[in-house]
């Protein structure tokens, strides 16, 4: 059901934008409630950072509308603009200067008063420990501790809304889950996170809706689990130690796929509890005993190369090709 923009944090229909004669998005509507975290997935080029430079007011579109915190992306993009932190690809963060001094001069581009300045610096800096580091330069820093101060200076003006255009691109995986965990704690303290990403398990584990875009049109939206329902593959396996018990079941259930050597079978399904427990039912009906069980649904690597035909990157780019 379609809600008022009120209601969303982020709601835009029939954006898009061409460079040239090359069209970059097609037409795509979003929606994002209040207080979630919604992933926009797609191959290089395809346009996820020309996604949030839209709705974040840094370029206009060629058509459609947006309401973002309740106003309108064009009549009202100063409103907009109070409402929003953005974290881009590439990092904000003056490495020429301490870390408490970059805070500092954020505080000073949102028109805090000194005093008032010094105290969101500290609060931001210990939340995000950063403190023993603030007065060293931040060229010392390492990556996860630039990303950190990065998204602490988003966090100055205290945001309602924050872009997150691939947060985590060459982070170590400690310092992806230290971000991750940081994320979910503005989601709980009632931002709303918009986040592109090429980690496809970063979208799963923090994503409450993922959109994928390609060819300059979204392909699909929904929970991760309702994308992973979208493709086939998924089956049931059956292992069994007793070659007798193998025959007999691989003679009795339908449409399975046989492996002789690991006496194992491979059922077709979309892993529901129903299906589940059917074949658990037929198997104690027959008196036939497997030695193990497992289930084996599609993941979002699947899910990404079935919507764009795109392998599943395994290293991020640096750059996208098109802005």
Avoid: C
Avoid at 53 to 61: E, R
Avoid at 124 to 151: N, V
Avoid at 205 to 222: H, P, S, Y
Avoid at 244 to 263: F, K, S
């Amino acid at each position: 059901m379609t809600t008022t923009g009120e209601e969303h944090a982020i709601a835009a229909t029939g954006l898009r934008k061409a460079y040239g004669d090359r069209t970059v998005l097609d037409g795509i509507d979003i929606e994002v409630p209040t207080g979630t975290i919604f992933s926009l997935l797609g191959p290089n080029g395809a346009g996820k950072t020309t996604v949030v430079n839209i709705l974040s007011t840094l370029i206009a579109a060629d058509g459609g509308q947006a309401r973002i915190a309740g106003h309108d992306l064009t009549a009202q993009a100063q409103a907009v603009r109070a409402a929003i932190g953005v974290t881009g690809q590439f990092s904000a963060v003056d490495g020429l200067i301490t870390g408490e001094e970059n805070m500092l001069l954020m505080a000073d581009l949102h028109h805090l008063s000194k005093q008032e300045g010094r105290r969101v610096t500290t609060e931001l800096l210990e939340r995000f420990d950063l403190t023993e580091a603030a007065k060293k330069p931040a060229s010392t820093y390492s990556g996860g501790m630039k990303r950190r101060l990065d998204i602490a200076m988003t966090l100055v003006g205290s945001p309602r809304i924050i872009f997150l255009d691939e947060p985590t691109t060459g982070l170590d995986p400690r310092s992806r889950h230290t971000m991750w965990q940081i994320i979910r704690e503005l989601v709980s303290d009632g931002v709303t996170v918009f986040l592109t990403t090429q980690y496809l398990e970063e979208a799963d584990e923090l994503a409450d809706r993922i959109a994928v875009l390609n060819g300059g049109r979204l392909v699909a939206q929904g929970t991760a689990e309702e994308l992973k329902r979208l493709i086939p593959g998924g089956h049931v396996r059956l292992r069994f130690s007793d070659p007798v018990a193998y025959e007999r079941a691989a003679t009795a259930l339908r449409e399975t796929t046989r492996d002789d050597q690991a006496l194992a079978l491979q059922i077709a399904s979309d892993g529901t509890q129903r299906e589940l427990r059917a074949i658990l039912d037929w198997l104690d009906t027959a008196g036939i005993e497997a030695d193990e069980l497992s289930v084996h649904t599609p993941d979002l690597d699947d899910v990404f190369f079935a919507l764009t035909g795109s392998s599943v990157p395994t290293q991020p780019a640096d750059k996208e090709t098109v802005r």
